[in-house]
């Protein structure tokens, strides 16, 4: 077996591996957390609001317009930044396109299931979401998971199937198309974990943005296209704000933190689809969907406080 080579007890300090600093970790972590829950809040508005406009706006149309509104917020505060760094080392570039891929197909499959779901109902969907990224986490970057948070994971999963009751009519086409962009997020933001310190997050943001334009507006030729109402605009502008607030943070909270602390806090955005979903739409979920939801989000909790545990024993 190969083991790296360790500079000997008499190497200078410079030489030596820095040792980890437990409370910059910590700071980390609950920086990473805050991030997350801004940007679970940021999506959430974003999903709503473009569920209200494509009610009458065309879906791949709406998608173009505030994929291309997205793309100017995008350049503007790259330029705040000191400017755009298109150019990515070439050892980023695969990481780029299967982040890139998994990002614009896991859009246009949400997009698709939120114009016929409930706002509740598709958000209690995607509450494994941090569950499978812990596991997923714990899989390709060997991140410690102990018997209790995979038997977390595993309730968790159980919650999920109360909400999507598969073999009943509860779970439909547009309930499988919400599984399939989770899976597609999963990929998503493992992917993100890839990237060297030389691609800003900016930059990948960009590219996120101005491929789920592009194939707005490719997939925009099916349809009929007609000029937005002011009412309209004044949505997609709303929602591109949004949707700008969640890529950049979403990005930065995969960066920041730990995989299996950060993902759980994930689930606030259940909490935004709720309120927002009663409020704008009127709708309320059903007794299955509170209860899966409960078991989740209790699952995700427990991930949390399982490794608060687990940290103060290290």
Same mark, same amino acid.
């Given at each position: 077996?190969?083991?790296?080579?360790?500079?000997?007890?008499?190497?200078?300090?410079?030489?030596?591996?820095?040792?980890?600093?437990?409370?910059?970790?910590?700071?980390?972590?609950?920086?990473?957390?805050?991030?997350?829950?801004?940007?679970?809040?940021?999506?959430?508005?974003?999903?709503?609001?473009?569920?209200?406009?494509?009610?009458?706006?065309?879906?791949?149309?709406?998608?173009?317009?505030?994929?291309?509104?997205?793309?100017?917020?995008?350049?503007?505060?790259?330029?705040?930044?000191?400017?755009?760094?298109?150019?990515?080392?070439?050892?980023?570039?695969?990481? &780029? +396109?299967?982040?890139? $891929?998994?990002?614009?197909?896991?859009? *246009?499959? %949400? #997009?698709? !299931?939120?114009?016929? @779901?409930?706002?509740?109902?598709?958000?209690?969907?995607?509450?494994?979401?941090?569950?499978?990224?812990?596991?997923?986490?714990?899989?390709?970057?060997?991140?410690?998971?102990?018997?209790?948070?995979?038997?977390?994971?595993?309730?968790?999963?159980?919650?999920?199937?109360?909400?999507?009751?598969?073999?009943?009519?509860?779970?439909?086409?547009?309930?499988?198309?919400?599984?399939?962009?989770?899976?597609?997020?999963?990929?998503?933001?493992?992917?993100?974990?890839?990237?060297?310190?030389?691609?800003?997050?900016?930059?990948?943001?960009?590219?996120?943005?101005?491929?789920?334009?592009?194939?707005?507006?490719?997939?925009?030729?099916?349809?009929?296209?007609?000029?937005?109402?002011?009412?309209? &605009? +004044?949505?997609?502008? $709303?929602?591109?704000?949004?949707?700008? *607030?969640? %890529? #950049?943070? !979403?990005?930065?909270? @995969?960066?920041?933190?730990?995989?299996?602390?950060?993902?759980?806090?994930?689930?606030?955005?259940?909490?935004?689809?709720?309120?927002?979903?009663?409020?704008?739409?009127?709708?309320?979920?059903?007794?299955?969907?509170?209860?899966?939801?409960?078991?989740?989000?209790?699952?995700?909790?427990?991930?949390?406080?399982?490794?608060?545990?687990?940290?103060?024993?290290?």
């Amino acid at each position: 077996m190969l083991t790296p080579d360790l500079p000997p007890a008499s190497a200078p300090a410079a030489a030596r591996p820095p040792v980890p600093d437990p409370a910059q970790g910590q700071a980390d972590n609950l920086r990473a957390i805050g991030i997350m829950m801004l940007s679970m809040a940021a999506f959430t508005c974003n999903d709503a609001v473009m569920k209200a406009v494509t009610q009458t706006l065309p879906l791949y149309e709406s998608m173009t317009l505030r994929g291309g509104i997205v793309v100017a917020i995008m350049l503007v505060i790259a330029r705040a930044q000191g400017g755009l760094r298109l150019r990515v080392p070439r050892g980023d570039l695969l990481p &780029l +396109a299967v982040r890139t $891929l998994a990002d614009l197909s896991s859009t *246009v499959l %949400y #997009l698709v !299931a939120l114009q016929h @779901m409930a706002l509740a109902n598709l958000s209690a969907i995607m509450q494994a979401l941090p569950l499978a990224v812990t596991l997923a986490a714990a899989v390709f970057f060997q991140e410690r998971l102990g018997w209790r948070r995979l038997s977390a994971i595993g309730i968790g999963l159980v919650g999920v199937l109360l909400i999507l009751r598969p073999g009943t009519g509860a779970f439909d086409i547009w309930s499988a198309l919400v599984v399939l962009a989770m899976l597609l997020i999963v990929a998503r933001d493992i992917v993100t974990r890839l990237f060297s310190v030389h691609v800003g997050s900016s930059t990948i943001a960009f590219y996120a943005a101005i491929s789920v334009m592009l194939t707005g507006a490719v997939l925009a030729t099916s349809e009929t296209w007609r000029t937005p109402t002011a009412g309209e &605009l +004044a949505l997609l502008l $709303l929602s591109a704000g949004f949707l700008s *607030v969640g %890529y #950049l943070t !979403a990005v930065a909270s @995969m960066r920041v933190g730990e995989i299996s602390v950060v993902a759980p806090f994930r689930y606030t955005s259940l909490v935004w689809a709720i309120m927002l979903g009663l409020v704008v739409f009127g709708e309320w979920p059903d007794l299955w969907t509170w209860a899966g939801s409960a078991l989740v989000v209790g699952a995700g909790i427990y991930t949390i406080l399982r490794e608060r545990k687990v940290k103060g024993m290290s």
